[in-house]
């Protein structure tokens, strides 16, 4: 499966803004998704997840209650809604797909990546 992310961009702070990941090859919905983030200067990590049929999502604790993990399996994608963003929010922010139940936090479970898309959050 092929990942695009878009929906980036430079916003202030206590802004929203909403990520997209279109998939393109067979069976999108047999896949859970990912978003992780690498900040400047730091190691890319976990944001949120959710399942196949998107009954479940899972979340980092510094954007519970923030951002917003759903799923379109119609159209082949997955969003992540950002709420109330701050400066720590800023970095590039990747979709992923792994095929593996579990570990949703994990990046090394995740076998397919988007390109990226760089959300700025300035002060």
């Known amino acids: 499966v092929q990942l695009q992310a878009s929906g980036g961009g430079l916003v202030q702070a206590g802004d929203s803004l909403r990520l997209s990941c279109a998939a393109s090859g067979p069976a999108f919905s047999t896949y859970r998704m990912g978003w992780f983030r690498q900040a400047p200067g730091k190691a890319r990590a976990f944001v949120a997840a959710?399942?196949?049929?998107?009954?479940?999502?899972f979340y980092a604790d510094s954007v519970k209650g923030r951002f917003t993990i759903s799923r379109d399996n119609a159209k082949n994608t997955v969003y992540l809604q950002m709420n109330s963003l701050n400066p720590e929010d800023t970095a590039v922010y990747y979709c992923?797909?792994?095929?593996?139940?579990?570990?949703?936090?994990?990046?090394?479970?995740?076998?397919?990546w988007g390109q990226g898309t760089e959300v700025t959050v300035s002060s």
């Open positions: 959710i399942s196949r049929n998107g009954g479940s999502a």
């Open positions: 992923a797909a792994t095929p593996i139940i579990g570990s949703y936090y994990d990046q090394r479970r995740y076998d397919y």
